[in-house]
């Protein structure tokens, strides 16, 4: 099997985290056989200076025909209040390529219950995916810009809202049947017409899931109380933007957690959920571990080479399971030096 990867590090630690999974990636296709090739592209804040444009034209064009895409971070405070942003790569990339669910797992590892913020007995047995909507809400909705009114529009059609809960539907079928979905139904129009088109899907072509409704304000309590009561989370673009980012912190950090972004055929984009942290870039201090989960995501889903995620997988849990890690989890090591001593596992 032979694949080729756009590989695009970005910006802050990016480049560091990004190369940290490379070097994982390359070890366990080498492990099992298969021959991916990286070709390192221009992306984000990087690539506004050096072509005027945070997607250029020669980007899009690998990107175009990769099995894949693998993306470090973008942004940072040097490109903040530009008329071009670094995250704008990000959003046109997304939506060129019609990447509208975005798959974030976040569970605890064995022996780190203690790690988390919450008590180990809250944090035992946490295990859950969020699917979030990617390409449509209010990061794309018309928008009014203005020093006194402002204005930021949600919209999304059924058909929008129907094909990402395929997804976590299908997602739910392959771990513990359950489905819960998330909006904002005693509001808003479009979570109405989100919880009224996930009903008749379950209904229709997912009776053998489990399905129920939280407001988001509610699901935002949940997640601190009971996390391990969640195993499909179901979100709009905005929604799981928020509630991912505060239940990767359960397992201890933000850094530990991956992320895919998929469409309706194999491609995919994948890629840490941690930004791009300026202020320790360069400093060797960054957690590869979700940009290494993010690649074993990429075999998976992607590559279909399970098996090579798999050895990804048990060499992270290996690990920290020894008592590797960075610092953000009260670890010995920095990035380089833990990236090292799970490519070594993955080779043994």
């Known amino acids: 099997m032979s694949f080729l990867i756009a590989f695009l590090s970005g910006d802050g630690v990016g480049p560091e985290v990004a190369f940290a999974a490379k070097r994982a990636a390359t070890a366990a296709a080498q492990r099992c056989g298969i021959d991916v090739d990286f070709v390192e592209c221009a992306f984000g804040g990087a690539a506004i200076d050096a072509h005027g444009a945070p997607y250029p034209d020669e980007t899009r064009a690998v990107c175009a025909r990769a099995d894949a895409i693998f993306l470090g971070a973008v942004g940072g405070p040097k490109w903040d209040g530009a008329d071009v942003r670094p995250e704008q790569g990000l959003l046109a990339i997304r939506k060129e390529l019609e990447l509208f669910a975005n798959l974030r797992p976040v569970r605890i ?17 946490v295990d859950m995916v969020f699917v979030r909507e990617l390409t449509s809400g209010i990061y794309f909705g018309k928008r009014e810009e ?135 870039a360069g400093e060797d201090k960054a957690n590869p571990i979700g940009a290494i989960l993010s690649a074993a995501m990429m075999f998976r889903l992607s590559l279909d080479a399970p098996e090579a995620a798999d050895v990804i997988e048990k060499a992270v849990a290996d690990a920290l399971s020894e008592g590797r890690g960075t610092a953000d989890i009260g670890g010995p090591d920095g990035c380089d030096a833990l990236a090292r001593a799970i490519a070594d596992r993955i080779g043994r």
């Open 146 to 280: 203005g020093d006194d009114v402002a204005r930021d529009e949600c919209s999304y059609s059924k058909a929008e809202v129907e094909r990402v809960a395929r997804v976590a539907f299908e997602t739910a079928r392959l771990r513990k049947g359950r489905v819960t979905s998330v909006d904002k139904a005693n509001v808003l129009a479009t979570s109405r017409l989100w919880r009224k088109t996930v009903s008749a899907l379950q209904e229709t072509d997912y009776q053998d899931v489990a399905l129920d409704h939280v407001l988001v304000d509610a699901m935002a309590m949940k997640l601190i109380q009971a996390p391990a009561d969640f195993d499909v989370i179901l979100t709009e673009n905005m929604f799981g933007d928020i509630l991912s980012d505060e239940a990767s912190v359960i397992a201890a950090s933000i850094g530990l957690a991956p992320s895919a972004s998929l469409g309706a055929g194999k491609k995919g984009l994948y890629e840490p959920i941690h930004g791009s942290a300026p202020d320790i």
């Open 109 to 125: 590892f064995p022996g780190h219950e203690t790690k988390s913020p919450l008590t180990p007995s809250r944090a035992t047995g």
